[in-house]
């Protein structure tokens, strides 16, 4: 093989490694997501369709907590500050929001829980995270979610001490509404930046 072929086929090697690296850097933050909602990782809560699998008369504590980003004109709290559930059983909670512009702003919301060791008995199967939710000037929405707590919290030796759960929820301004408002200077971190991913 002659040394400019050689040269040819180590280039494009490199190359073909460098793009492959930079579509892995893209696809990270989602794949991560993906993973931290699937085991429960870092705080993250479960998402699925998972039916609650029904009681076994221990209740625990669920707090809520919201907050918003300073990018974002909004107030968003939670309707309830905490309800006492018996575990394996479906709960509903809401949190509501409130545009203060007077424009149509968009945000997405990051969750998640603590302690961390009790995320991947955490079970969300309807709510409103990471999705872009737009409000009107001025307009309030009630964001609802359904959950349940798997039994096996109080039987597991890692999780049995936990009497108390707090789920959190943060709005950031969504990185194409802060782009179009010509804000990305002032808007602070957004839902998508990879400092507010799980």
């Known amino acids: ?9 180590t280039a494009a090697a490199f190359i073909t490694v460098a793009l492959g690296m930079v579509g892995l850097s893209f696809a ?14 870092g705080g993250t809560p479960k998402i699925g369709v998972a039916p609650a699998p029904g009681g076994n008369g221990y209740t625990i504590r669920v707090r809520f907590n919201a907050d918003t980003n300073p990018g974002l004109p909004w107030t968003f709290a939670p309707d309830q ?21 007077r ?8 969750y998640n829980v603590t302690p961390e060791k009790a995320a991947k008995y955490f079970h969300k199967t309807a709510c409103f995270c990471f999705n872009q939710q737009t409000l009107e000037g001025g307009q309030t929405m009630d964001f609802p979610l359904s959950f349940w707590v798997d ?29 179009k408002a010509g804000a990305l200077t002032t808007a602070g971190p957004h839902a998508g930046s990879p400092a507010n991913t799980n």
């Open 1 to 9: 093989m002659d040394t400019r072929r050689a040269n040819r086929l």
């Open 28 to 41: 990270a933050i989602p794949l991560y997501r993906m993973f931290c909602a699937a085991t429960g990782y």
């Open 81 to 101: 500050l905490e309800v006492v559930v018996p575990v394996g059983e479906d709960h509903l909670a809401a949190y509501t929001a409130h545009n203060k512009a």
């Open 103 to 110: 424009t149509a702003v968009t945000g997405v919301a990051v």
């Open 151 to 179: 039994p096996a919290i109080s039987t597991d030796p890692n999780t049995k001490d936990v009497k108390v759960i707090t789920l959190s929820y943060t709005f950031f301004r969504s990185l194409e509404d802060a782009d």
